[in-house]
Each structure stands twice: as structure tokens, then as C-alpha cells.
């Protein structure tokens, strides 16, 4: 079954720091997402990504985030200087046109700021 | 205010017996709903969706939606010890953003 690829599994980083993590959509998937789970809180949606742009994003999804899909195959999500807050489980999601946000999770990335 | 609720505590179930979980939304804007399993430390996984009123099942699981009350429920029958997990309901708004509840911790007792 086609999954979504997240990497690395875990980071750590200092706070200040710029992180980017990457991930590998479903293949003929079209619509793409970032979201992360802070430790014992609810999932939150951070952006989509449709045809190279961003359709939405949240409160969240300040200066500091930006997303990019360098090539055909990765996506990725750059946070240009960390904070001790940014420390979460970060998820992409992919989703088809008819998917009407059923979409498929990666199995995550734990970023941990120190 | 909160797009999608999940109120309950913990529900700790028998083996063999129904688990029964309840979600409700805040705008009715909203068409499609969905239930996602989370195991600890890992990604949801979407095991359930629901657009229209009245109830869907899919094994042992079934969604109910109740647009006029705006309430989604997830029942989950025969429950085994390998349905222990954390059960998300989302609603999905906008360009197929996903808002989740905080979700309802499903303990089931050998």
C-alpha cells in the first residue's frame, strides 16, 4: 500500500536553529500538508499545498515556516530559527483531488528544541 | 471557538463489548467528518469517514453523523485489546484542512 515518507524520524536542534523537514508524498497525490502535535495535545494543521503554492494555513504558520517542494517526489517544511516551543511531532499528509481530506499520514518526525 | 469537541475521559471497555465515542462540531459548514486511530507515538490513521447523514460501517466499526445536532459518534463493536488507542475525530473545513479534537483514550480489558 503507498505510504507517505517522512525523514529523519527524530531531530534534535538548539533553539535558534533552522531545521527542514522532508517528506515524499503518495505518488500521484496533488494535495499536500504539514501539521504537528505538541506532547498530550490535539493535532493541529499547520498549511496545505496545492499545483506549488499554498492554499491555506493556519495562525501558527508564521514567518518562521515555510514550505517547499523542491522537486517532483519531496516536500518540505523549514522552520528558519527554532523555538523551545516548536518541539512537537510534525506530520505530512498527502491527499488525491477526491480525498475531500481523508488523507494519508507519515509516521512523523519528532523535532525536539534544546 | 473549538471547531470540533471530544469531551469524554478515558473509556475502558471489556473485551468483546462495545466501545462508543462521541464528537461534536461547531460549524456547519462543515461536509465531510472523519475518525482517526493514534497509537502512542505514532501517526493517525484514518479509519472511518462519514459525509451524510445516518450511520456507515465498515467491520466492526461504525460512524453515525447527526448534522441537525452536529454530532459525530464511532462505535466500536467486539472490541479487542488491539483497539487500544487514542480515537480523533476531525471535521474537515476549507481546502481539505482537517480540524481535530483532542481525541478520546480507548482502554480495552482482557
Known amino acids: 500500500e503507498p505510504e507517505v515518507t517522512q525523514t529523519p524520524s527524530h531531530q534534535v536542534t538548539q533553539m535558534g536553529q533552522e531545521v527542514i523537514l522532508r517528506c515524499v508524498p503518495i505518488?500521484?497525490?496533488?494535495?499536500f500538508y504539514w501539521y504537528r502535535q505538541i506532547l498530550g495535545q490535539k493535532v493541529e494543521f499547520l498549511v496545505s499545498?496545492?499545483?506549488?503554492?499554498?492554499?491555506?494555513k493556519s495562525e501558527i504558520f508564521d514567518d518562521q515556516f515555510s514550505v517547499e517542494r523542491p522537486d517532483g517526489s519531496n516536500f518540505t517544511l523549514k522552520i528558519r530559527s527554532t523555538k523551545l516551543e516548536d518541539s512537537a511531532m510534525y506530520f505530512c499528509?498527502?491527499?488525491?483531488?477526491?480525498?475531500?481530506?481523508?488523507?494519508?499520514f507519515g509516521s512523523g518526525t519528532r523535532l525536539t528544541v534544546v | 471557538q473549538k471547531e470540533v469537541e471530544q469531551n469524554s475521559g478515558p473509556l475502558s471497555v471489556p473485551e468483546g463489548a462495545i466501545a462508543s465515542l462521541n464528537c461534536t462540531y461547531s460549524d456547519r459548514g462543515s461536509q465531510s467528518f472523519f475518525w482517526y486511530r493514534q497509537y502512542s507515538g505514532k501517526s493517525p490513521e484514518l479509519i472511518m469517514s462519514?459525509?451524510?447523514?445516518g450511520d456507515k460501517e465498515d467491520g466492526r466499526f461504525t460512524a453515525q453523523l447527526n448534522k441537525a445536532s452536529q454530532y459525530v459518534s464511532l462505535l466500536i463493536r467486539d472490541s479487542q485489546p488491539s483497539d487500544s488507542a487514542t480515537y480523533l475525530c476531525?471535521?474537515?473545513?476549507?481546502?481539505?484542512?482537517?480540524?481535530f479534537g483532542k481525541g478520546n483514550q480507548v482502554v480495552v480489558i482482557p
Open positions: 499545498f496545492y499545483n506549488n503554492e499554498i492554499s491555506e
Open positions: 462519514i459525509y451524510s447523514n
Open positions: 476531525a471535521g474537515g473545513y476549507g481546502n481539505n484542512r482537517l480540524a
Open positions: 505518488s500521484n497525490h496533488l494535495y
Open positions: 499528509a498527502s491527499s488525491d483531488l477526491q480525498a475531500s481530506g481523508g488523507y494519508t
